[in-house]
């Protein structure tokens, strides 16, 4: 019961609307909306953060915080050898909200593409590069390194944190 009522305030939370700082039509940000943006994302993240290890330690795997601002299944994960840019990965993963639904029904998969040469997102970008052939992992990433504050005008609305489910091909 519990875990349930922790996890209801944790998606009520996540999908909250917040205001945004956009700037004038033709005009550029005043220092004034730079700061309330900058405030803004720093709560935010802190927010995500904090919501991020109340769900991880409801749960029964372990995931290890990582330098770039995200978890991971995989213990001593950055210990690992890395990839250099120019190297090609195959890789898969799915999205999952904090309610572990599955956001879209075919997984986002990438072939034989260079690293350092593709768009990608940053979490996803940077497990690539440690992970073997035939690896898995679940990352859980806050919305910053996710989709930010526009989402993906599909699925995903905006500062929306999510688990990416990726397998190495």
Not at 38 to 60: P, T, Y
Not at 93 to 116: H, R, S
Not at 120 to 138: M, S, Y
Not at 148 to 164: F, S, V
Request: with cysteine.
């Amino acid at each position: 019961m519990k875990k349930a009522i922790v996890f209801v305030v944790f998606v009520v939370i996540s999908c909250a609307k917040n205001t945004q700082v956009h700037p004038p039509v033709g005009g550029i940000l005043t220092e004034k909306d730079l700061e309330v943006s900058k405030n803004r994302a720093k709560s935010l993240n802190l927010m995500e953060r904090n919501q991020i290890q109340d769900w991880i330690n409801h749960q029964n795997q372990k995931f290890y915080s990582t330098g770039l601002n995200y978890w991971i299944s995989i213990e001593d994960f950055e210990q690992r050898t890395k990839k250099k840019d120019g190297d090609l990965v195959s890789y898969q993963y799915d999205l999952y909200d904090f309610n572990q639904e599955k956001l879209y029904d075919k997984p986002t998969k990438n072939i034989e593409v260079q690293l350092g040469k593709f768009d990608e997102l940053k979490a996803v970008e940077d497990v690539v590069r440690f992970l073997n052939k035939g690896e898995e992992a679940t990352l859980l990433v806050p919305s910053v390194l996710a989709f930010g504050t526009y989402g993906d005008d599909e699925k995903i609305p905006n500062d929306m944190p999510l688990i990416i489910k990726l397998k190495i091909l």
